[in-house]
């Protein structure tokens, strides 16, 4: 079983920049595909960002797109979402998933989600 812990999240006002981290409880972490997903009120849960186990490719979504970045540090176990220019759409809870069918799913495991809010 592996155990996923977001954080990092927090309010922030808009074109401003958050870090997001997943810290993984596995050393398997490092042979798995991650990403992560975002969930607004009143939306379903929406892929954001996913990255292969070597960190060499990633994928985004086309909304993040040139905003977002995401890496991986395999010997920390964990996985990063550098978020620049903000905006109110991206308030969210942002999961982190691992060991998947990269780079959209579906995927084994998530984490509780860390809250990211965006004021105009």
């Known amino acids: 079983q592996v155990q996923l812990v977001e954080s990092g999240g927090g309010l922030v006002q808009a074109g401003g920049s958050l870090i997001l981290s997943c810290a993984a409880s596995?050393?398997?972490?490092?042979?798995?595909?991650m990403a992560w997903f975002r969930q607004a009120p009143g939306n379903e849960r929406e892929f954001v960002a996913a990255?292969?186990?070597?960190?060499?490719?990633?994928y985004y979504a086309d909304s993040v797109k040139g905003r977002l970045t995401i890496s991986r540090d395999n010997a920390k176990n964990t996985v990063y979402l550098q978020m620049n220019s903000l905006n109110p759409e991206d308030t969210a809870v942002y999961y982190c998933?691992?060991?998947?069918?990269?780079?959209?799913?579906?995927?084994?495991?998530w984490g509780q989600g860390t809250q990211v809010t965006v004021s105009s």
């Open positions: 998933a691992a060991n998947g069918r990269y780079p959209l799913g579906p995927y084994d495991y």
């Open positions: 596995r050393r398997t972490f490092s042979s798995a595909a």
């Open positions: 990255i292969r186990r070597s960190g060499a490719y990633t």
